[in-house]
């Protein structure tokens, strides 16, 4: 089974500030079948990135996702006051289609 | 427009079968490639895999709950059922489906929250 390791668990950033969010893989996945989320509280997780770097329909431009092998990052260029939530990673290269443990970007 | 949505009971004693139904539409289960998987959330923890069914019936379940659950699909009515038998309190949680196909991006329904208390 495929573990994902968030981190960190916690940032505490600012409005306008960049959030770097980093997922680490136990083995070697392809980009092709990655993607991250973001979940507010009461809510379903959203799509925000899937593939090598696709942006989901309707993600601003601030979101981008990069990564291969067993290393890959969600940047928030600037955050926003919307984007203060937990991000989740998900492998789906085969099942189980495992997820992250979740970072928490708060203020 | 692929859409997904969950039903099922919203409270469920402890020792019973969750029966849990994912209709969509939007795409066939018949379809090569095409998969459905099931996830829960406890209140305030992280996502869970659950299992997954593919377009030609294959079935893969969680290590942890593989005893306990059962997937299947109903191709003419587009609906993925989920059954978890022998509940207990830390099964509660909103349960998600989602479709998976390919390079495509992945499609959730909204969620259910299940309760299972006494």
């Known amino acids: 089974e495929i573990v994902l390791t968030q981190s960190p668990g916690t940032l505490s950033l600012s409005p306008g500030e960049r959030a770097t969010l980093s997922c680490r893989a136990n083995?070697?996945?392809?980009?092709?079948?990655f993607a991250w989320y973001q979940q507010k509280p009461g809510q379903a997780p959203r799509l925000l990135t899937y593939g090598e770097s696709s942006r989901a329909a309707g993600i601003p431009d601030r979101f981008s996702a990069k990564g291969t092998g067993t290393e890959f990052t969600l940047t928030i260029s600037r955050l926003e006051p919307e984007d203060f939530a937990v991000y989740y990673c998900q492998q789906y290269a085969g099942p189980p289609e495992t997820f992250g443990q979740g970072t928490k970007v708060e203020i | 427009q692929v859409s997904l949505r969950e039903s099922g009971p919203a409270l469920v004693k402890p020792t019973q079968t969750l029966t849990l139904t994912c209709s969509f539409s939007?795409?066939?289960?018949?379809?090569?490639?095409?998969?459905v998987i099931w996830i829960r959330q406890p209140p305030g923890k992280a996502l869970e895999w659950l299992a997954r069914i593919d377009w030609d019936d294959n079935k893969y379940y969680s290590t942890s709950l593989q005893t306990r659950l059962t997937i299947s699909k109903d191709t003419s009515k587009n609906q993925v059922v989920l059954t978890l038998t022998n509940t207990d309190p830390v099964d509660t949680g909103t349960y998600y489906c989602?479709?998976?196909?390919?390079?495509?991006?992945?499609?959730w329904g909204q969620g259910t929250l299940v309760t299972v208390a006494s």
């Open positions: 989602a479709r998976i196909y390919g390079r495509a991006p992945i499609s």
């Open positions: 083995q070697r996945i392809s980009s092709v079948y």
């Open positions: 939007g795409f066939s289960l018949t379809t090569s490639g095409m998969c």
